[in-house]
């Protein structure tokens, strides 16, 4: 069985700053892991994934996250926070292959505030 | 571009009725998911479809039902809407051909059941 971890349901961090979002899985089968921002009344729209190769991972708006075997981790971070920033940040993990197996397992969201 | 759609932004119902959630998507996509999310419990998945009259239940299918006649349009049924099921449902879809095996998700209806 697959499970996410979110840890802290609230993040809050000054412009300008490093944002840091903890993600950790758990999973019997290489995962495939992804990283989901919404925003306010909005629906989900991906960050970035991991499926296989390079652990580090870019995707859009300066975010990246790296992928820890190791660890069962796949934090994301940004090296300076912007205030457009602010939203609901889900981390997901699921296996490969597209059998019920594969079905995404969301967690439970980390809520980022951004303070002038 | 991807593009999944919802039916209506915003619904008010009143408990007893039958209420039809609407989801399409332009991209041939053969999965598809219907979750409700509620504050402090994240995206719970309601029910899933592989493909065309293809269901499974998800982790909270009660109360619900769904339809799947065409690949591109997913319905989610409340048989009896009661206020408990004032929510967030994100309709999602995703191929399972070649990978990478993302979501792409709707807007969202914000249902309000009185």
């Known amino acids: 069985a697959q499970s996410v971890t979110q840890l802290g349901s609230h993040v809050s961090v000054s412009e300008g700053a490093l944002v840091l979002l903890r993600c950790n899985y758990s999973?019997?089968?290489?995962?495939?892991l992804f990283w989901y921002v919404q925003y306010p009344n909005q629906g989900l729209q991906l960050l970035l994934k991991?499926?296989?190769?390079?652990?580090l991972v870019k995707g859009i708006n300066g975010f990246e996250a790296e992928f820890k075997k190791s660890e069962t981790s796949f934090h994301l971070t940004k090296p300076s926070a912007h205030m457009s920033d602010a939203a609901e940040y889900f981390c997901?993990?699921?296996?490969?292959?597209?059998?019920?197996?594969?079905?995404?397992?969301f967690g439970s969201g980390t809520r980022l505030s951004i303070r002038p | 571009d991807v593009k999944v759609t919802q039916s209506s932004r915003y619904l008010v119902k009143r408990t007893g009725e039958k209420v039809f959630l609407e989801c399409v998507q332009d991209?041939?996509?053969?999965?598809m998911f219907w979750y409700r999310q509620d504050p402090g419990l994240g995206l719970r998945l309601i029910y899933f479809?592989?493909?065309?009259?293809?269901?499974e239940k998800g982790d909270i299918p009660e109360g619900y039902s769904v339809s799947r006649e065409k690949k591109e349009r997913f319905s989610l049924i409340l048989e009896s809407a009661s206020t408990n099921q004032t929510s967030m449902y994100l309709c999602?879809?995703?191929?399972?051909?070649?990978?990478?095996?993302?979501?792409?998700f709707g807007p969202g209806t914000r249902l309000t059941v009185t």
């Open positions: 999602a879809s995703r191929r399972t051909s070649g990978g990478p095996y993302e979501q792409y």
């Open positions: 999973s019997s089968v290489p995962p495939y």
């Open positions: 991991y499926t296989t190769g390079a652990t």
């Open positions: 997901a993990v699921s296996g490969p292959g597209s059998s019920s197996a594969s079905k995404i397992i």
């Open positions: 991209m041939d996509h053969e999965n």
């Open positions: 479809s592989y493909d065309v009259k293809m269901k």
